[in-house]
């Protein structure tokens, strides 16, 4: 199991096609600043990136930890809360008209809009960053689980129904089963969108994180620094994402999207 | 015909008067009428007939999943309320679980209908096997062929061993050979047990070969128009559709399709 898991990772080829295109790259970019020498405030070569990371790696890598845990801790709230919202949802008619409708209502605003209203309400720090995380990240999990729940083969309704499955049995053995996929793929929008939360609040209510050391190298003009957190926020997200994308894996081994050609 | 059912005592499922009237937009639409029909315990019972005749319709009021408006239904000489007891379901779609294996999903049935699993793990093998799916216990459903999980759905509904089973054009998904193959399988496995099937379909060939006695039912609003027995010899080999009498009882079904402007002659 574990070892065909692996397996399939390493053959997936469009991994290797990612680093080669990555590396071809920075080859590329560090050549054009080696040929062309544009000043170092717009462009810096990837080899002074690397070395304005090494001048002081443990201030990089302190704030990256702190967006990390900004991230992960909205994350966690958001699928926690986010499945609560839409068991709720699903069982109740009046949960569906009142909250259901209020969500689709506010997922149309640009959220991140609202960001500089929770510095007013929660005043700067953890707290203003984490909610506009969570507000950007619970949209897509609670919308992807509502529909997972509730798509559910009406035949197989019928069938519980027929058979008189208790009502227990109709929700914890087809339709929170039937709706885990949903919920992995609002998970893999929803961690994405918390980082860019997390991010979003350290610009605004920021004091530390990656999102505030953009935020003041930009304001010191050191372009340099600001590529540095650029380059480990992409690093970031990108493990963000694999790690839920592995989960998944690991949660349900039998979806569609998981199995082989030749199984 | 026999429109009229008998009404010897021998009588398990007792269908009297029965309709159903769905309340819709453009007022009342009937989808069942007058339904009269007795089944005897034991019996294999096709109905057929075209698509929209309500023959769907009434298997859902025999399962206890739709009421019907108005008339009765009796089981066992009970009137039936919600679905009746020691009854197994088929769909056309197998709908079994994409996570469960193909033993746990056989084994779904005793867990809905609260009975402990382990009981009934012995019986699921032994009938997963009975119906050629030995070795594939650990597989999950999209690892099988549709006539493979088909055949694991007709193990989840006698896994509690009903007295009856209602099958929804089970086999219609299927391409031509499977469904012939399982047609003989279900002939087999009922000549063995003493169930009551009552088996919807619009395959004229299948409801001959199969039935003791078919009922062809007709739409707007959905009705019987005719009920005869099937008297030939079983077990059934599947040459038996090239024999003569086969014959003549298709060509009675199609007779009353073409006359409902179904088929033309």
Redesign the interface.
């Known amino acids: 199991m574990k070892n065909s898991l692996i397996a399939k990772i390493m053959r997936d080829n469009r991994s290797l096609d990612i680093v080669l295109v990555l590396l071809g790259t920075i080859l590329l970019w560090e050549l054009a600043v080696r040929l062309f020498n544009p000043p170092a405030i717009i462009l810096p070569a990837p080899s002074a990136i690397w070395a304005a990371f090494m001048q002081s790696p443990w201030v990089f890598i302190r704030n990256m930890l702190y967006t990390l845990m900004t991230t992960g801790l909205a994350f966690a709230i958001s699928v926690v809360l986010g499945v609560v919202m839409a068991v709720g949802i699903v069982q109740s008619k009046f949960l569906e008209r009142t909250v259901y409708t209020l969500l689709i209502a506010i997922n149309s605003v640009p959220k991140v809009a609202l960001a500089p209203l929770f510095v007013i309400w929660l005043g700067t720090g953890m707290s203003s960053q984490l909610a506009v995380a969570v507000m950007l990240a619970i949209f897509p999990i609670v919308i992807n689980t509502v529909l997972g729940l509730r798509s559910v ?1 009406p ?2 309704l ?9 009502k227990f ?1 109709i929700i914890y ?2 339709r929170v ?2 709706a ?1 996929p949903s919920l992995f793929s609002g998970m893999k929008v929803g961690i994405s969108f918390a980082l860019v939360g997390a991010i979003v609040g350290e610009f605004v209510a920021g004091g530390r994180g990656l999102g505030f050391l953009v935020l003041t190298a930009q304001g010191q003009f050191d372009t340099t620094r600001v590529f540095v957190s650029l380059v480990l926020l992409g690093v970031m997200g990108t493990i963000l994402f694999y790690a839920v994308d592995v989960m998944e894996r690991i949660a ?1 081994p ?3 999207s998981q ?1 082989q050609p030749n ?1 | 015909m026999n429109m009229m059912a008998d009404t010897t005592p021998d009588t398990y499922l007792r269908i009297r008067g029965a309709g159903k009237t769905y309340p819709s937009q453009h007022g009342p639409v009937v989808a069942l009428s007058d339904i009269n029909l007795d089944v005897r315990p034991g019996e294999f019972l096709s109905i057929v007939g075209p698509s929209g005749c309500g023959k769907s319709t009434l298997l859902k009021c025999l399962a206890g999943l739709e009421n019907i408006t108005s008339g009765g239904i009796t089981v066992s000489g009970k009137p039936l309320s919600g679905p009746p007891d020691r009854m197994g379901v088929v769909f056309q779609r197998d709908v079994l679980l994409d996570w469960r294996t193909i033993l746990d999903n056989v084994l779904l049935q005793a867990e809905f209908l609260g009975h402990p699993r382990e009981q009934y793990r012995e019986r699921a093998l032994q009938l997963l096997e009975r119906f050629g799916l030995k070795g594939y216990e650990k597989r999950h459903p999209w690892e099988l062929s549709g006539g493979m999980r088909q055949r694991a759905s007709i193990c989840r509904a006698l896994l509690c061993d009903p007295d009856l089973l209602l099958m929804d054009e089970p086999f219609g998904a299927l391409d031509a050979m499977t469904r012939d193959d399982l047609n003989v399988e279900l002939a087999r496995m009922w000549q063995e047990t003493n169930k009551t099937v009552i088996f919807i379909t619009h395959s004229i060939s299948e409801a001959v070969f199969l039935a003791d006695r078919v009922v062809m039912m007709s739409r707007t609003p959905g009705r019987i128009v005719d009920v005869f027995d099937v008297d030939l010899p079983r077990p059934r080999p599947l040459s038996v559709r090239e024999s003569d009498a086969f014959g003549v009882y298709a060509q009675r079904i199609r007779h009353h399709f073409a006359e409902l402007g179904v088929l033309k002659e």
Do not use: E, F, G, V
Not at chain 1, 158 to 166: C, E, P, Q, V
């Open positions: 083969d035949d197989m019928n069938l519980a129904k027929a058979t008189r499955a208790s049995d053995k087809i089963p039937n885990l349900l039998w979806h569609s199995r199984a």
